[in-house]
């Protein structure tokens, strides 16, 4: 059974620009969550979709956004990146109504330079 | 502000050791209660969870104390080994919401 897919592993950008990270989760899994890892934060949730709606949102600026289609593969969009933004991106899915299914992905690591 | 704090931030035991690793909540409407186990350049995985309705949990040689009136649930591995050397996360969530929050990590290291 294939895992969490994200991609691309990782990424180099300049502050200013835009950035879009993709995550496929689990087959048959419809809940996504992203995630933002740093060393001094720790991970810190971002937002939840689920069929194709936003459910959960963390405390982000609205530069920080989502999508998740109809397979329930998802992205986050980051736009005018700041260099604070640089961290490791997370994806997990999970089974609907399972809060023991978490399976997270290896992530996208973002630098801002 | 952290609404999980974990402790200690790293922790050196040597094989065979059992390190404690602990994590302390605020939010009384918090009801679930996973650890996660990160190796360098994966993400997170699910360890063992736990749910308040109980005191302790164990599965293979990790073990979670679970203290409701204090607020803090704890971490044990029995007979660590090298391979068990990766970073730790103590997490929780509330009923009906679906994201974790998780403390700041411990990384462990195992010595032979």
């Known amino acids: 059974k294939a895992g969490v897919t994200q991609t691309p592993r990782y990424l180099i950008k300049t502050r200013g620009q835009q950035v879009t990270l993709s995550c496929s989760p689990i087959s048959g899994h419809r809940s996504v969550s992203w995630y933002q890892q740093t060393p001094g934060q720790g991970l810190q949730f971002l937002f939840e979709?689920?069929?194709?709606?936003?459910?959960n949102k963390g405390n982000f600026p609205g530069r920080f956004s989502g999508r998740q289609f109809s397979n329930s593969r998802s992205e986050m969009n980051v736009s005018t990146l700041e260099l604070g933004d640089s961290a490791l991106y997370l994806c997990?899915?999970?089974?609907?109504?399972?809060?023991?299914?978490?399976?997270f992905g290896s992530g996208t690591r973002l630098t801002v330079v | 502000q952290q609404q999980v704090k974990q402790s200690p931030q790293s922790l050196i035991v040597q094989k065979g050791g059992i390190p404690i690793i602990n994590c302390a909540y605020e939010?009384?409407?918090?009801?679930?209660f996973p650890w996660y186990q990160q190796f360098p350049g994966k993400g997170p995985a699910l360890l063992i969870a736990?749910?308040?309705?109980?005191s302790e949990k164990k599965e293979g040689r990790f073990t979670i104390s679970f203290n409701k009136s204090a607020k803090q649930f704890s971490l044990h591995i029995m007979d660590s080994q090298p391979g068990d050397s990766a970073t730790y996360f103590c997490?929780?969530?509330?009923?009906?919401?679906?994201?974790?929050?998780f403390g700041t990590g411990t990384r462990l290291t195992v010595i032979p």
């Open positions: 979709y689920f069929s194709e709606t936003q459910r």
């Open positions: 939010n009384t409407a918090f009801d679930y």
């Open positions: 997990a899915s999970r089974p609907s109504g399972q809060r023991d299914g978490y399976t």
């Open positions: 997490a929780a969530s509330k009923n009906g919401a679906n994201n974790l929050f």
């Open positions: 736990i749910r308040p309705d109980v």
